[in-house]
């Protein structure tokens, strides 16, 4: 299919591009990667009125080191995250996570940005969001706000974005010292969305868990964090029974969907399998 009319501008600032966002009036969409939205139009399940291309506002194109984390700005593409010394230091579970993501030709195409704010359950980004406890900064005419990961994926393909918001980046804070991360995922083919994914960052102190954090793609309408399956690890010395025990908690706080792709019942299961995974590497890591 083709896409409805639509008038096409090239924002040269991310000012104009805001002012534009805010003149549209919610019938204007940013245009970054183009690899979700194009198919949205083409089958017309969206129909903006005007596309605000941000492609060239390089100012939005950056991984930079602070002194608290990572701040990476929306237009990143997933290649560069994938590749990016800074990441492979930092955050490898990140650089590692986008090899997951479609295929080369889309992963050089595709935004950190675009992936947030087109919010799919089973994609990676948004559930390393989650995981890495990052915040999201939107800009607009009125100004600046963050907004932490857990308060913006509202749905399916439903953020807490304003229509006239524009993500500028994502600040992700350092993880605990000595943290190390696991990260599991299977799909149907290599380059599919994700059935489920699981990602997992660890930290122990004399031998007992002193951070846990779980999250997981594919398993319901937003991705998920397992706090429950998290409580249980704490202060624990990680053996496969608390592993197994803290995984069955994980799978039994998702919801997942029931579809073409897969039943519910096996994604649950995958849940559990994917997250056991995720925190046995995690913990081979530790010791
Ligand atoms: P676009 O498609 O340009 O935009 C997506 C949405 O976000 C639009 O609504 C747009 O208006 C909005 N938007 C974009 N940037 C901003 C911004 N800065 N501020 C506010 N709104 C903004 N993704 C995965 O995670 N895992 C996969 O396995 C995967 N497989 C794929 C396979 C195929 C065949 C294809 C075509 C895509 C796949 N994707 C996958 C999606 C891919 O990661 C996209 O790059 C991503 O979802 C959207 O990023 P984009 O930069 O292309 O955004």
Not at 101 to 120: E, F, K, P, W, Y
């Amino acid at each position: 299919m083709k896409p409805a009319p639509f008038d096409y501008v090239a924002a040269r600032s991310v000012e104009e591009a805001t002012a534009l966002l805010a003149e549209g009036g919610g019938a204007a969409r940013p245009l970054a990667g183009g690899q979700s939205l194009v198919p949205l139009l083409n089958f017309r399940l969206i129909e903006p009125a005007r596309l605000i291309d941000i492609t060239r506002l390089r100012a939005l194109d950056h991984v930079t080191e602070t002194a608290h984390g990572l701040r990476i700005g929306a237009l990143t593409r997933h290649r560069t995250i994938e590749t990016s010394s800074i990441l492979r230091r930092h955050l490898p579970i990140v650089a590692h996570a986008m090899t997951q993501v479609g295929h080369l030709a889309i992963r050089n195409r595709g935004t950190a940005g675009g992936s947030l704010c087109h919010a799919d359950p089973a994609a990676e980004w948004p559930m390393l969001a989650l995981l890495l406890d990052a915040r999201i900064t939107a800009l607009s005419r009125e100004g600046r706000r963050a907004i932490a990961a857990r308060d913006f994926f509202r749905g399916p393909l439903s953020t807490a974005l304003a229509p006239a918001e524009l993500v500028s980046e994502i600040e992700i804070p350092a993880l605990p010292a000595g943290a190390v991360w696991g990260f599991e995922e299977l799909a149907r083919r290599a380059g599919d969305f994700a059935l489920c994914a699981a990602g997992v960052v660890l930290a122990a102190q004399n031998g007992r868990c002193s951070a846990a954090r779980i999250a997981l793609a594919g398993v319901g309408g937003t991705p998920l964090r397992a706090s429950a399956a998290e409580a249980l690890l704490l202060g624990e010395t990680l053996g496969p029974g608390v592993i197994a025990a803290a995984a069955d908690a994980a799978a039994a706080a998702s919801d997942p969907p029931d579809d073409l792709h897969g039943s519910a019942a096996y994604r649950r299961h995958l849940a559990a399998v994917l997250t056991r995974r995720a925190l046995a590497a995690a913990a081979r890591d530790l010791a």
